[in-house]
Nanobody, 128 residues
């Protein structure tokens, strides 16, 4: 059974850090790009970061560039998202998703429709 599971969400103060994980079970992420999306109720899901399968090239939307870092450990079948300098506007449910080989970007964010498999999300709350 193909599954993706996010973990690491929680409550953090503005300026703080969190590290999210996206772990795959039942399959290998080796040939899959992994993207991170986030969504606030009432707003569209934003695809803000991605890492490709082969060369590990990365994408960051302007909203997170310089603050978030995506990485992958194929031995652990896991992708990570290190989030630093968190802002209240980063509060959202964070999802990881996969797409074959490389990241599809359109208009400065990930192409939602290109991603095949999704996790169920983890909540990140940035508040004092």
């Amino acid at each position: 059974q193909v599954q993706l599971a996010e973990s690491g969400g929680g409550l953090v103060q503005p300026g703080g850090s969190l590290k999210l994980s996206c772990a795959a079970s039942g399959w290998s992420l080796d040939d899959w790009a992994v993207g991170w999306f986030r969504q606030v109720p009432g707003k569209e899901r934003e695809g803000f970061s991605c890492i490709s399968s082969r060369d590990g090239s990365t994408f960051y939307a302007d909203s997170v560039k310089g603050r978030f870092t995506i990485s992958r450990d194929n031995d652990k079948n896991t992708v990570y998202l290190q989030m630093n300098s968190l802002k209240r506007d980063d509060t959202a449910v964070y999802y990881c998703a996969t797409e074959r080989l490389s990241c599809s970007v359109a208009g400065g964010s990930l192409n939602y429709y290109a991603f095949d498999y999704w996790g169920s999300g983890t909540l990140v709350t940035v508040s004092s």
